[in-house]
């Protein structure tokens, strides 16, 4: 699929990844619509400060809302759903708000593209439903898990983006990235936690330290969800998009200090654990799928995305906290 002249809609798209896709597709000679959360302030997430923002068409509504979703669909072809709460924390906190905005939301598109005749839906899943590995390098095929309220609202959506396909034949492809990371990463995650922390000086507080991520950077997670939406031998499938490599928070905490080069001392916080059974201990992508049907491979290495995204945090830590614990 050529994206030039495609008219096409992000959900979700003042968001970190929704952000960066929805440039992407605009210099890709797409036309994107881009569905913001409303608030009465009029603001737009990242997108506010993006230089292409006079070439994207802006569209405030809630996901929740089916009349907000229904109408931002229309005339589109392609739509790319991202809207999604996904601070794991906050998701022992108030489960129900998981539940609206990411299975409700989800079935909103869904019907929508049901009555509309979209061409093809992008829907974005996440590496956690999969739960703590049973076997490795995870495939696709992998049980799910729910590990957290948020995982359990990601399963829910997930299948209902299946069913829809095999129920009512609705062109959706599931994504499921990895652990993505970049600029402009919300203060929740791991690793702006780390590097915040790390520029201030400050010793480095986090949850558990020995649990494994498969870490993406971010231009290598919009790469995967165009190839996915562009190709059509990927309709009714789920596609993981990882690296195929893994790296402990401990470690990954230490190589950061050392890319920065900060002497700091790397503590784990009790406050930031995860209930025990909740916790998921190792993520590693089988990404041969991506390979196979989307001819989609990262091309960026662990290093240099951390030093992308490094750089960044030094030219915009004003708008991070390094001391307090975002959940």
């Known amino acids: 699929m050529s994206w030039s002249g495609k008219n096409v ?3 979700g798209a003042g968001g970190f990844i929704g952000s960066h896709l929805t440039e992407a597709l605009v210099k890709s000679g797409a036309h994107v619509r881009a569905m913001v959360h409303y608030n009465s302030a009029g603001r737009r997430g990242w997108l506010d400060q993006s230089p292409l923002q006079d070439e994207i068409e802006f569209v405030a509504g809630d996901i929740t809302d089916s009349g907000s979703v229904f109408a931002a669909m229309k005339d ?3 739509v790319f759903h991202l809207a999604a709460l996904i601070a794991i924390p906050y998701s022992y906190v108030a489960p129900l708000s998981y539940v609206q905005t990411n299975v409700i939301g989800t079935l909103n598109v869904l019907e929508a593209a049901r009555k509309l005749g979209t061409s093809r839906i992008a829907h974005t899943s996440t590496s956690e439903v999969y739960g703590t590995a049973q ?3 995870i495939s696709e095929s992998h049980p799910l898990q729910g590990q957290s309220p948020y995982s359990a609202s990601k399963i829910g959506a997930d299948k209902l983006a299946e069913s829809y396909h095999r129920s009512f034949e609705i062109p959706v492809v599931t994504v499921r990235p990895f ?8 203060a929740r995650a791991v690793l702006p936690t780390i590097i915040t922390q790390c520029l201030a000086g400050r010793t480095i507080r986090l949850g558990s330290l020995t649990p494994t991520r498969d870490l993406n950077y971010v231009a290598d997670t919009v790469s995967g969800f165009m190839a996915c939406a562009s190709h059509a031998d990927a309709i009714g499938q789920t596609i993981n998009i990882g690296s195929g490599q893994e ?3 401990g470690d990954l905490a230490k190589t950061v200090a050392d890319l920065i080069g900060a002497d700091v001392k790397i503590e784990c916080d009790e406050h930031r654990l995860r209930p ?3 916790e998921v201990e190792r993520l590693l992508a089988d990404n041969r799928l991506a ?3 989307v001819n989609w491979r990262p091309s960026v290495t662990l290093k240099q995305g951390l030093q992308h995204t490094i750089d960044w945090f030094r030219q915009n830590s004003e708008g991070y906290k390094a001391d307090v614990y975002n959940v």
């Open 9 to 11: 809609l992000v959900t």
């Open 76 to 78: 589109r072809e392609v």
């Open 135 to 137: 076997v490795v390098p």
């Open 179 to 186: 652990n993505t990371f970049g600029p402009r990463q919300s």
């Open 247 to 249: 790296i402990s928070v």
């Open 276 to 278: 025990a059974n909740s």
């Open 291 to 293: 390979a196979e049907i």
